[in-house]
């Protein structure tokens, strides 16, 4: 049997459309499965050595690195501090894109105004009598 690396078994596995569709769904998990599996494998760290390092049982090192659920934050910062390495916060998209923090805020000073001007046009537009004291 030949062996694979993650590219090509993914490769191979996309084949599948409903295992391609499930996998989009699920990206992050996986994601997430493969950074582990690898540090892991890279420290040459069994999964159950993995999980003493780390406060854990094998099985819940065997049911990240399947990828069929989202640990959280503090589970996966145990992890990260058993494979001697740090947790570093996600990103979110917008920050992704090469965007400044001036960039940022005029996007979110823009979505302020646009948002502002729709409840200042319904407002008027409604003519109600209640209050913001009656809130």
Not at 53 to 82: C, H, M, N, V
Not at 102 to 120: A, H, P, Y
């Amino acid at each position: 049997m030949k062996k694979m690396n993650m590219q090509d078994l993914k490769n191979e596995l996309f084949k599948d459309k409903s295992f391609k569709k499930y996998f989009e769904k699920n990206k992050l998990s996986y994601e997430i499965a493969t950074y582990v599996m690898e540090s892991r494998i890279s420290r040459g760290f069994s999964q159950e050595k993995l999980a003493k390092k780390a406060g854990t049982k094998q099985s819940s090192i065997a049911r990240l690195e399947r990828g069929i659920y989202l640990p959280s934050l503090r589970f996966l910062d145990k992890i990260a501090k058993a494979l001697d390495t740090e947790l570093i916060a996600p990103k979110l998209k917008l920050l992704e894109d090469n965007k400044t923090s001036s960039d940022i805020i005029d996007f979110l000073n823009n979505q302020s105004r646009k948002n502002l001007s729709f409840v200042e046009s319904t407002t008027n537009s409604n003519k109600s009598s209640t209050t913001i004291d009656e809130f």
